[in-house]
């Protein structure tokens, strides 16, 4: 009995064991549906065309990429954390840890539900005024301090990247400023005018203006400078603490039970991708630039994102939704 028993599990690990490398041969078996849970033509959107396109090329599937905005971007990521793990439902967003910690109830676990599965980019934030109203960094943070809550800073709304960036500038840096979320494109304009006293951009936004000379470069909020402005200083280089820099980027995710195999191939395909040089030509002139990391590295570093915006939230006393 003891014997059939054991040549019984023998079976079931082994049956296990041969199904795993199937799975992940035969994906995709049918076309792939990405998720892009923000509207079409912004930076994220943009990624996920060029970069899966080229991943369908590779694996002679068509994966269609469907914009699902909405609840700032959470009815999207509900809809890939509710989808079947088989990696033909995928989600593609750059807020993903940030909507995590600005809303205070969600329908699915950022950490229990998705797979981090890789970065796809990311788009560098710089720090600018306008107006010759300051010639640094150092300049800025100096009269935030000397005139506490009374300087500005616009966004285009509440839990966007250019939000938190510049409230991870002023926790490091130890000042407060008034935030003015926008709506429109207006929010650069108001900078211009000199009406905002700063605003923490991603590069995309405001190269055109910069290059103008009607806004000024006064720090990259990163760890390295950005290839669009290799002229401008990062955070780090002005004098603040690693944990000035906040990081935007757009990356994959799959369902948490996604077999492991799967999303290494998808990793796989996802990086071979990025190497070609249409590819990399395209997402440059957007602004997008490399983000290498193992399968295992992004898990890590998104870990670490996801627990960075929680503790922003909470130190620069954000409201929860």
Same mark, same amino acid.
């Given at each position: 009995m003891i014997t059939m028993l054991c040549r019984i599990a023998l079976g079931a690990f082994l049956l296990i064991a041969a199904l795993a490398p199937v799975q992940a041969q035969d994906w995709p078996s049918r076309n792939v549906t990405v998720i892009v849970p923000i509207p079409a033509g912004v930076t994220s959107d943009i990624v996920a065309r060029v970069v899966f396109e080229q991943v $369908?090329?590779? &694996?002679?599937?068509?994966?269609?990429?469907?914009?699902?905005?909405?609840?700032?971007?959470t009815?999207?990521?509900?809809? =890939?954390?509710?989808?079947?793990?088989?990696g033909h439902t995928l989600l593609v967003w750059g807020a993903i840890a940030a909507a995590n910690a600005l809303y205070e109830k969600l329908p699915y676990d950022t950490l229990k539900d998705f797979t981090p599965v890789a970065a796809l980019g990311q788009t560098p934030l710089v720090v &600018?005024? $306008?107006?010759?109203?300051?010639?640094?960094? +150092?300049?800025?943070?100096?009269?935030?301090? +000397?005139?506490? $809550?009374?300087?500005?800073?616009?966004? &285009?709304?509440?839990?966007?990247?250019?939000?938190? $960036?510049?409230?991870?500038l002023a926790v490091s840096a130890g000042f407060s400023a008034q935030h003015v979320p926008f709506k429109?494109?207006?929010?650069?304009?108001? =900078?211009? +005018?000199?009406?905002?006293?700063?605003? =923490?951009?991603p590069v995309t936004s405001a190269f055109g203006l910069i290059r103008s000379g009607k806004l000024v470069p006064l720090a990259i909020s990163s760890s390295a400078r950005s290839a669009s402005l290799p002229? =401008?200083?990062? &955070?780090?280089?002005?004098?603040?603490?690693?944990k000035a820099a906040y990081p935007f980027y757009t990356a994959v995710f799959v369902p948490a039970k996604t077999p492991h195999a799967i999303a290494e191939k998808l990793h796989d395909e996802v990086m071979k991708a990025l190497t070609m040089p249409a590819v990399k030509e395209r997402l440059a002139a957007v602004g997008v630039e490399p983000m290498p990391m193992t399968l295992k590295e992004f898990g890590a570093f998104f870990e670490k994102d996801v627990a960075g915006n929680l503790e922003l939230v909470k130190t620069a006393k954000i409201p929860r939704r």
């Open positions: $369908g090329r590779q &694996v002679g599937h068509t994966f269609v990429v469907e914009n699902r905005p909405g609840a700032g971007g009815i999207g990521g509900n809809l =890939v954390a509710k989808a079947t793990p088989d &600018v005024t $306008g107006g010759g109203k300051y010639k640094s960094l +150092a300049e800025l943070i100096a009269a935030a301090k +000397a005139n506490p $809550g009374k300087l500005n800073y616009a966004s &285009v709304g509440i839990g966007s990247a250019a939000h938190f $960036g510049a409230e991870q429109g494109g207006e929010w650069l304009t108001e =900078v211009i +005018a000199g009406r905002i006293d700063f605003a =923490v951009s002229n =401008v200083p990062t &955070v780090l280089e002005a004098g603040l603490a690693a």
